[in-house]
Nanobody, 122 residues
């Protein structure tokens, strides 16, 4: 079992930056695939970004490409999402996810964090 916890959410203004972090614990493997998803009010959860174990492969949704950057920590059990040029439409609960399967980053994930709220005011 893998436990994931997100931190770093908050209330910011449009154009601001925010950095989310995710820490994994439990039966973590350095080779685990990790990703960020988000769910806005009244909408389905959507893929945001994913990264492989080495950090050499990343994948982004079109809506965040060029504004968000996903990265993994040195210990490989941490992951971050640097969010720049935030827009009101980025408002959502952001979830960290991991899985023990190969690339690609999109697809199903076995383990999920409880989520952290991001609100971007206009």
């Amino acid at each position: 079992q893998v436990s994931l916890v997100e931190t770093g959410g908050g209330l910011v203004q449009a154009g601001d930056s925010l950095r989310l972090s995710c820490m994994a614990s439990g039966r973590v493997l350095s080779s685990d695939l990790m990703a960020w998803f988000r769910q806005a009010p009244g909408k389905e959860r959507e893929f945001v970004a994913a990264i492989n174990w080495s950090g050499g492969l990343t994948q982004y949704s079109d809506s965040v490409k060029g504004r968000f950057t996903i990265s993994r920590g040195m210990a490989n059990n941490t992951m971050s999402l640097q969010m720049d040029s935030l827009k009101p439409e980025d408002t959502a609960v952001y979830y960290c996810a991991s899985d023990r399967r190969p690339w690609p980053g999109t697809g199903s994930y076995a383990f999920w964090g409880p989520g952290t709220q991001v609100i971007v005011s206009s």
